[in-house]
């Protein structure tokens, strides 16, 4: 192969390069932009929700979690102090249980606020699962109904 052809492929081979580079730095684009409106969602919501790791670790709370709940994420970091906020720790373990089997929980619950407020919360928690089904964490809903 002469001089010019390898030039010609060099800058054939660029030009794809770069089209496959500007096609990835769009598709990264648009994901961080869907991931940023879900989060804003999430984060104006008026449910409070937590996410937990597969260790049970908290890796997120939003506002109203915070309010209903007086405790944020950062307070939560100790391991085993989010399941002080049940008033029965075998109904945090039946529900993580469930969650950890790649199931749902729904169902009503006495909990407590970090001032040690008594609340009662319709819970929602579902398992967060990888694209070959391993178990990542839960995400967990909690609505206050005392005012029902």
């Given at each position: 192969m002469d001089v010019q052809a390898r030039i010609v492929a060099t800058l054939r081979?660029?030009?794809?390069?770069?089209?496959?580079?500007?096609?990835?730095?769009?598709?990264?684009?648009?994901?961080?932009?869907?991931?940023?409106?879900?989060?804003?969602?999430?984060?104006?919501?008026?449910?409070?929700?937590?996410?937990?790791?597969?260790t049970q670790a908290v890796s997120y709370v939003n506002g109203s979690f915070?309010?209903?709940?007086?405790?944020?994420?950062?307070?939560?970091?100790?391991?085993?102090?989010?399941?002080?906020?049940?008033?029965?720790q075998r109904e945090w373990d039946e529900i993580w249980g469930v969650c950890e089997e790649n199931g749902s929980f729904a169902g009503d619950l006495d909990m407590r606020a970090e001032s040690g407020e008594s609340l009662i919360v319709h819970c929602r928690a579902d398992a967060v699962l990888n694209e070959g089904s391993s178990f990542l964490g839960t995400v967990i809903l909690f609505t206050d109904i005392r005012q029902r």
């Open positions: 081979r660029n030009e794809t390069q770069s089209a496959v580079e500007k096609e990835v730095t769009k598709d990264l684009q648009r994901t961080q932009e869907e991931l940023l409106r879900i989060s804003k969602a999430v984060d104006c919501a008026s449910d409070a929700v937590c996410v937990l790791d597969a915070v309010t209903l709940f007086g405790v944020n994420g950062e307070d939560l970091e100790v391991e085993g102090c989010f399941s002080r906020l049940f008033v029965e």
